[in-house]
């Protein structure tokens, strides 16, 4: 008598399980951006102001050359973010969890502590490009805005909901458009973009390499790596019917077929937009004999007597709206790597009291932005610094991502497919590259 239940309760499970595959689909109507999350929000935040400058840069130096770089990025980043995500989605942790686990406590501390340093650094040359920004277009008290900026940004993190946060992020993604519009203003010989863009242009002059490095460093970055692999995993977390795919193999086909879309959109939405920096300030700065921009905000401010009011007012507004979504993950992903490194409860679903130190680690990181731009410290040797430190961390944390993608003890059945491990292998050779460019012109 007492089997009976257990047959039928099992039976019953096994009923549901065929039912749910066996059924007909209902058709589909989720619009594409609520298809769309981690890689999307990942690959626009890689648009940064800083990350603003060095395409305008590019484009001012060198013309249309630099538009091959962008083509060739985007199969490299596009992957090594995929292996990130999926790594989060798999296991149920960051990379940063995942490093914990199976490697020494000592390299996982190192590589959390420059990746802090670094974003920090990122973090207050951002908010400082804002608050520059807004400065050109109204005037005003740019420390004020600084903080401003700052403390806006962390309300939004700390207190809104995940459902609602994610939400907003999104659609801050999309005022990056604003530079397809300015490109679009502006007079381009577009043959000669799409031919350049095919044909890539080498030069071995220091110059035109420390830049192509300076692109690949600004686009291939570890916190992104961080970030989307964390989202992956909250977002399975949040989701009740959902689990880490080594413990739930059946909805891997779903998971990693969105994974794929949501990356190779972001990614590519990333580099379209990187790309269309880069055409617009060849158009204008380049077209014009300036050569040498510094900052994002000296691009805007470059463009208004070539360009016109609206063409530099839609620069500079771009500047602060990817601000608003660059600066939040910048903090967040730190937040992520530490808290995940020391065991603590992480999670932008969590309530403030329930995660206090990973929402310290946010505040915290934000006050030291806040900080770098009141003490006089030049953006540009900042940014540098930067690049610096993310080169030292860039090349061993894609190896420890690929040696754990590949891994059966990590990833169980979802070790990389022959392609993608390829691919990735590619570009972590290409970014040791750079790196190794980086320091020999050092």
Known sequence: MTRMPIRARAHAVLAARIARYRAPRAP????????????????ASDDDPSGIATYSQAGAAFGYAMCW??????????????????????TGHGIAGSIRMHYPRWLLYAIVALLLVANII?????????????????????????????VFCTWLEVFSSYERYVAILKWISFVLLSYVAVALVVHVPWGEVLYRTFVPNFSLSTDYVVTVVAVLGTTITPYC?????SEEAEEEQIDPAAHPLIEDPDEAPAQLSRIRFDTYVGMGYSNVISLFIIVSTAA????????????????????????????????AAGIIGIGLLAVPVLAGSGAYALGEALGWTTGLDRKPLDAKGFYATIAVSTLIG???????????????????????????????IMLMAMRPDVMGRFVLPRPLWAMGWLCTATMAVAVGIMFATW
């Open 28 to 43: 589909d109507h989720k619009s594409l951006l609520a298809r769309l999350g981690p890689g999307l929000i990942t690959g």
């Open 370 to 400: 806040i900080g770098i731009n009141f003490i006089g410290l030049d953006p540009i040797k900042a940014l540098f610094w930067s690049a610096v430190i993310n080169g030292v961390v860039a090349v061993p944390l894609m190896v420890i």
């Open 69 to 90: 770089v962008m083509l060739f990025c985007f199969p490299l980043m596009a992957a090594i973010q995929e292996i990130s995500a999926r790594i989060g989605r798999v």
């Open 284 to 315: 204008t700065l380049n077209a014009s004999g300036i050569t040498d921009i510094q900052t994002s905000a000296q691009a805007a401010e470059a463009l208004r007597p070539i360009a016109g009011v609206f063409t530099f007012a839609l620069f």
């Open 122 to 150: 990122n973090l207050g040359a951002d908010l400082g490009a804002m608050a520059a920004a807004l400065k050109l277009m109204i005037g005003g008290p740019i420390h004020l805005y600084v903080v401003g900026f700052a």
């Open 225 to 229: 790596f961080f970030w989307q692999s």
